[in-house]
């Protein structure tokens, strides 16, 4: 079935409001100014301080400040609004079991891949785990390619084959979508020895949860990137899913 026919289902169409509300979401309904002064100079510099101090290791503490503009700022907010409503949508279709298998979700990560978006190019390379959704629209995906994909439909961005866990995109340097916990961190450091063999001047970002934070081959990523100077950056997204699944066990 298509997915615009299963959008329009007369038997589904309250289930699955928010799928029609994300794919119809336009940029004119969520770029509202945020005082009268924004909305008529979306140039004007802003100075943003982060309200917590950062916390380094044998490293210089970067800047607590940062110049913005009004635009930027709404720009983020809509990257992240539309990740959010994305991930809503999914929601329904996998409770109305129209997405089969695993469905993890990105609800209140969604800053952390904007963020980062914000501060490098489609040349460095990401890789992550399974929560791979917002990510993919991050590097440059679509809508239809996500929800596709998430259905089983050969419109998604691994043809349907991957779901979840396994959203791909090589031409804007994503490399998945991982199920394994943990198993993308070396695999990040060998996208980035290959960047630094090829003289690529990028960076690759693999991106791994709390829940992997105590897996013996981070640590071993960890040494091997040190040893041999690999232009490669592990992000950890802490949201707090391991206590959860901690206290999950115990019962």
Not at 96 to 109: N, P, S, V, W
Request: glycine letters at 8%; one cysteine or more; charged letters at 20%.
């Amino acid at each position: 079935m298509a997915l615009s026919h299963i959008a329009t289902s007369s038997s589904r169409s309250n289930l699955l409001r928010p799928l029609t509300s994300a794919l119809s979401c336009t940029s004119h309904s969520l770029r509202r100014p945020i005082s009268s002064s924004a909305a008529t100079d979306d140039s004007t510099t802003l100075t943003i301080e982060t309200s917590v101090p950062f916390t380094t290791h044998k490293c210089d503490e970067p800047s607590r400040t940062v110049e913005t503009t009004p635009k930027e700022l709404l720009s983020f907010f809509h990257d992240m609004a539309t990740m959010r409503r994305m991930e809503i949508a999914a929601d329904s279709l996998y409770k109305a079991k129209l997405i089969r298998g695993f469905c993890h979700l990105y609800d209140g990560q969604e800053a952390v891949a904007v963020g980062m978006e914000a501060a490098i190019t489609k040349k460095d390379a990401i890789i992550t785990a399974y929560r791979d959704h917002c990510i993919f629209l991050g590097r440059g995906g679509t809508l239809l390619e996500v929800f596709a994909e998430l259905m089983g439909r050969q419109a998604g961005c691994s043809r349907g084959k991957g779901g979840s866990m396994h959203f791909y995109k090589k031409d804007s340097g994503f490399y998945g979508g991982h199920g394994i916990v943990g198993a993308q961190v070396p695999l990040g450091c060998g996208l980035a020895f290959a960047q630094k063999y090829s003289k690529d001047e990028a960076v690759t970002f693999a991106l791994y949860g709390d829940g992997a934070a105590n897996q013996g081959q981070l640590f071993e990523a960890l040494n091997i990137a040190a040893l041999w100077d690999l232009p490669a950056i592990l992000v950890c997204e802490n949201n707090h899913c391991k206590d959860r699944k901690r206290g999950l066990d115990s019962i």
